[in-house]
C-alpha cells in the first residue's frame, strides 16, 4: 500500500501523524511511504530522518493526496484539502465529524473512507487513540496555570506550591478522567493543595487510593462546586459526558464567589466547556478576562507541544496503521471490531449513528 503523510494546515498545529520509526516499520512490512517535505519540522523531525528510514520526500500537498491509498493526518482535513482526497482513499485521523457540518458533508462528498482516531474504543470500552492527548493536555494544564497565575499575565501573583510559611495555591479539578487526573498529579508533585471533583464513586474510590496526600477526592455536587469555587486559585475544567456537550458546572454568576485574579483553565472547552463564560481561544491569544477571572479555553492545547504530542499519538496510531495497511481496508475491518467503532464514513455513507443523528443524515 501507499502510505502518505501530508504537512498539517491548520492553524497552530505543530504536529505530524508518522514518526521516522513508523515509516521504517511500514517499509519494512513492504509499503510505501510518502511524506510531504517538511511535514515533521514543528516536532522537531527532519527530512533527512524521513529519508533515513526509508520514506519518500515530495514537494507538495497535491503529490502525497494523489498518489496515497492511505492518508495519516493529525487534524481532521480542512477545507483546502477536501478536493484533493479521492474516492475510496483511506483518510486515518482525528475527525470530531459531530462539531462540522461541513466537514462531514465534505467526506460524504468526496467518497473517502474515514477512519476517526477519537471513536476507535478497544475492548475494554477505552478511547486508546484519544488518552495520550487527554494525558497532554491534563498535564499541560497544571504548567499553563501556574504560569497565569502570576501577576504580569494577569494573575494573582501566586506561586503553586508556596513556600515554608506562605500556603500553597487551592487547585479544584472538575472531573477525575485522564485529564483529571494527570492535572491532579502534576499539581500534587508542586506541592498545591489539589481538589478533584467526580461523579463516579468508582472513580473517586480509585483516585483515593492512587493519589498522594495533598489530593483531596470529593464527590462533585453543586454545594461542593460552589464552596470550592471561593477557595480555589485555579479552576481545572475536565469534564466529559462520552458523546454529548460537555455539562455547564459554572455560571457565569458562580464567578462572583471566586478571588479577583484567579485562574480557569477550560480543557473541556472542545466539547462547549463546562463553565458558561467559555470560549475557545487559541494559542497565539489564548485567554480573556471576564468578571477578574482570567479564562484560558485553548480547545488544541496540545498542539503547542507538538514534540511530545506527536511521539505520544504515533505510539498508539501505528500499530493501527499498520494493520490496515497490511491487510487492506475491508479485511482489516472485518477483522477487528476495535477498526470498525473507527470508521466514520465510508464511500459516501455515514456509519457512525451518533454523528448520522447530529445532522440528520441516513445511517
Ligand atoms: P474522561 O472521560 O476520562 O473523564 C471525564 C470525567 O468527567 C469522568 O470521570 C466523569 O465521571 C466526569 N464527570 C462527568 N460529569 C461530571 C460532573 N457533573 N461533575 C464532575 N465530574 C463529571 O475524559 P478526559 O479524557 O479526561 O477528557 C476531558 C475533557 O477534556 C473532554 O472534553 C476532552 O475532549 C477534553 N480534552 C481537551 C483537550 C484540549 O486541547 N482542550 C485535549 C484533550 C482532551
Not at 529519508?51 to 498518489?67: N, P
Not at 513556600?163 to 487551592?170: N, R
Not at 468508582?202 to 470529593?218: Q, T
Request: hydrophobic share 45%; aromatic share 6%; proline share 6%.
Amino acid at each position: 500500500m501507499i502510505v502518505g503523510v501530508p504537512k498539517e494546515v491548520k492553524r497552530d498545529e505543530y504536529r505530524i501523524a508518522l514518526l521516522p520509526v513508523g515509516a521504517e516499520e511500514l517499509v519494512r512490512a513492504g509499503h510505501k511511504v510518502i511524506i510531504e517535505k517538511d511535514a515533521g519540522i514543528g516536532s522537531g523531525l527532519t527530512n533527512e530522518q524521513y529519508i533515513e528510514a526509508g520514506a519518500i520526500l515530495v514537494d507538495t500537498a497535491e503529490e502525497v493526496f494523489s498518489q496515497a491509498d492511505m492518508i495519516l493526518k493529525v487534524k481532521e482535513p480542512q477545507p483546502e484539502e477536501f478536493p484533493l482526497i479521492r474516492k475510496g482513499q483511506i483518510v486515518f485521523t482525528y475527525f470530531h465529524f459531530a462539531a462540522s457540518l461541513e466537514l462531514t458533508q465534505g467526506m460524504i462528498d468526496s467518497g473517502a473512507i474515514c477512519l476517526a482516531y477519537e471513536t476507535l474504543r478497544d475492548a475494554r470500552g477505552t478511547l486508546p487513540l484519544l488518552t495520550p492527548m487527554s494525558e497532554v493536555a491534563g498535564r499541560m494544564s497544571i504548567q499553563e496555570g501556574a504560569k497565569y497565575l502570576e501577576k504580569p499575565q494577569m494573575g494573582q501573583g501566586i506561586l503553586l506550591g508556596g513556600v515554608p510559611g506562605v500556603a500553597p495555591a487551592h487547585i479544584t479539578i472538575l472531573g477525575g478522567g485522564i485529564v483529571g487526573a494527570n492535572a491532579a498529579k502534576i499539581a500534587a508533585g508542586f506541592n498545591a493543595d489539589v481538589n478533584i471533583l467526580d461523579i463516579n464513586m468508582d472513580r473517586l474510590r480509585y483516585l483515593d487510593d492512587v493519589m498522594p496526600p495533598n489530593v483531596n477526592v470529593l464527590f462533585s455536587d453543586r454545594h461542593v462546586i460552589r464552596h470550592q469555587l471561593q477557595l480555589a486559585d485555579l479552576v481545572i475544567g475536565a469534564v466529559l459526558i462520552p458523546g454529548a456537550k460537555a455539562p455547564m458546572l459554572v455560571s457565569r454568576e458562580d464567578l462572583s464567589l471566586m478571588k479577583p485574579g484567579s485562574v480557569i483553565i477550560d480543557v473541556a472547552v472542545d466539547q462547549g466547556g463546562c463553565i458558561e463564560t467559555s470560549k475557545p481561544t487559541s494559542h497565539s491569544s489564548p485567554t480573556y478576562m471576564i468578571d477578574d477571572v482570567l479564562h484560558y479555553c485553548v480547545a488544541n492545547m496540545p498542539g503547542a507541544v507538538g514534540r511530545t504530542s506527536t511521539f505520544a499519538l504515533c505510539n498508539v496510531t501505528l500499530p493501527w496503521a499498520l494493520r490496515v495497511a497490511n491487510q487492506g481496508i475491508e479485511k482489516s475491518l472485518a477483522q477487528s471490531p476495535e477498526l470498525q467503532t473507527a470508521l466514520n464514513v465510508h464511500t459516501g455513507r455515514v456509519t457512525n449513528k451518533p454523528v448520522a443523528d447530529t445532522f440528520d443524515l441516513p445511517f
